[in-house]
């Protein structure tokens, strides 16, 4: 076990929806980073925030979004959701979110849109 | 859950032999290097780490071996285990990086035989 708990652990939508992953880092860490594990694109990075400010950003669509709260916790809101959404949605977190801080993952979201 | 890349490559050893993991790289400028083992319906779990100034790092049971001038890294598992089991990613990041931002690479999958 990580430390770091994602909620829900699956769901199921519909195409069009909108939806929101929950993510709480481990004790202590203050960053919080996204990534997206599909089958053809494999593990993508889409986003980072430490302590509340986003500080890295990859491959994001515009339709999808996320923010980290003051109690350090983070949503990734995904909107206009479309089949090809389907995928895993991994929260990680590391201490300082600097290049050499490792970065716990947790169990993931499983998306699957229909 | 269900393992996520089902067409990755697969490496099949014997218990109590050793496995060696590949991966190139193709961003020169990546200065730091990760390897994440995820098990199936896990997230990525972190196995070990080496920058750049280093070609070779040890951990328990475990080995990596960067060789940067062909830009490849590699994974060393001693005395494989059936507990070894899982997909190996590695990963690379670099320091002028704002943030932590990692790339994958597609992933090995490693089966055990008893």
């Known amino acids: 076990d990580s430390g770091v708990t994602q909620t829900p652990k699956h769901l199921i939508t519909a195409t069009g929806q909108r939806v929101t992953l929950r993510c709480s880092p481990r004790s202590g860490d203050l960053s919080v980073y996204w990534y997206q594990q599909s089958l053809d694109q494999g593990l993508q990075f889409l986003i980072q925030y430490y302590n509340g400010e986003e500080r890295a950003k990859g491959n994001i669509l515009e339709r999808f979004s996320a923010q980290q709260f003051p109690d350090l916790h983070s949503e990734l809101n995904l909107s206009s959701l479309e089949l090809g959404d389907s995928a895993l949605y991994f929260c990680?977190?590391?201490?300082?979110?600097?290049?050499?801080?490792?970065?716990?993952f947790g169990p993931g979201t499983r998306l699957t849109v229909l | 859950g269900e393992s996520v890349g089902l067409h990755l490559p697969t490496l099949s050893v014997q218990e109590g032999d050793n496995s060696i993991i590949n991966c190139a790289y193709s961003n020169s400028a990546s200065d730091y290097f990760i390897w994440y083992k995820q098990e199936s319906g896990k997230g990525p779990q972190f196995i070990i780490d080496?920058?750049?100034?280093?070609d070779k790092r040890q951990g328990q049971r475990v080995t990596v071996l960067l060789n940067k001038t062909v830009k490849h890294l590699s994974l060393q598992i001693a005395a494989t285990q059936p507990g070894d089991s899982a997909v190996y990613f590695c990963a690379e990041t670099y320091s002028n990086n704002a943030g932590n931002m990692l790339t994958f690479g597609g992933g090995t999958r490693l089966m055990v035989k008893p």
């Open positions: 990680a977190s590391s201490v300082f979110g600097g290049v050499t801080d490792t970065q716990y």
């Open positions: 080496i920058r750049s100034n280093m």
